[in-house]
């Protein structure tokens, strides 16, 4: 069973500031997912990351697999409150049926 | 169009009932699951049903039944409801490789009491 760990658990910050957001483990994957959750809602799908070293940019939102493909950070630049809620990873060890979810970060950003 | 549309939202009952979450996804995705998310926003997977079948069946009590009637469709049949039961059940569907992504209903919540 791999371990996830996604930090910090909790992170609230005033708005225009910059944050980032880390998913590790000590396995390999083949690809790593981020999503969104807002209150009262499923999880979104924000990105699919899959080759190592790769960077992906949506809007203020950039997203980086480490180059061992074990771990993955979000960074968001100038947050605004519309970016509140619960920030999940999601790896991918390839041939596997199921997607395993991180325990999340719960982002609330202040107006 | 909703794409997974799971009813009802809201679900509140006693101890020892029997109750169902329906699920249907319009994306023409081959599997469809079931996750739990506990109070503490851990999601977990229960089930998974690939056209109709069965392939993931993690630790779940044998309360908790889905059934698949056609591959747009898993519903999650709980019988003798426990305290314990009490979180939001999220289905979700998607295409061939999880590489796509997973599209998820927006839950719903069930508490026991």
């Known amino acids: 069973t791999q371990l996830l760990e996604q930090s910090p658990q909790f992170l609230s910050i005033q708005e225009g500031e910059n944050l980032t957001v880390y998913c590790n483990s000590s396995?390999?994957?083949?690809?790593l997912q981020w999503y969104r959750q807002e209150p009262g809602e499923g999880p979104v799908l924000l990105v699919t990351v899959v080759t190592g070293g790769e960077v992906k940019k949506l809007k203020r939102l950039t997203f980086q697999f480490g180059d061992a493909r074990k771990d993955s950070s979000l960074h968001i630049t100038a947050a605004q409150p519309g970016d509140t809620g619960l920030y999940l990873c999601?790896?991918?060890?390839?041939?596997?049926?199921?997607?395993?979810f991180g325990k999340g970060t719960k982002l609330t950003v202040n107006p | 169009d909703t794409a997974v549309s799971q009813t009802p939202k809201y679900l509140v009952t006693q101890m020892g009932n029997d109750k169902s979450i329906k699920c249907e996804q319009n994306?023409?995705?081959?599997?469809m699951y079931w996750y739990k998310q506990d109070s503490k926003k851990f999601l977990k997977i229960m089930f998974s049903y690939n056209n109709k079948e069965l392939i993931i069946n993690e630790t779940v009590p044998n309360r908790f039944s889905p059934k698949s009637p056609d591959k747009a469709h898993l519903n999650l049949h709980i019988n003798s409801l426990e305290l314990g039961d009490s979180a939001v059940y999220f289905c979700a569907s998607r295409p061939g490789q999880a590489i796509y992504g997973y599209t998820f209903g927006s839950g719903t919540r069930l508490t026991v009491v």
């Open positions: 994306l023409g995705h081959d599997t």
């Open positions: 999601a790896p991918d060890q390839g041939g596997s049926e199921k997607l395993v």
């Open positions: 396995s390999v994957f083949s690809s």
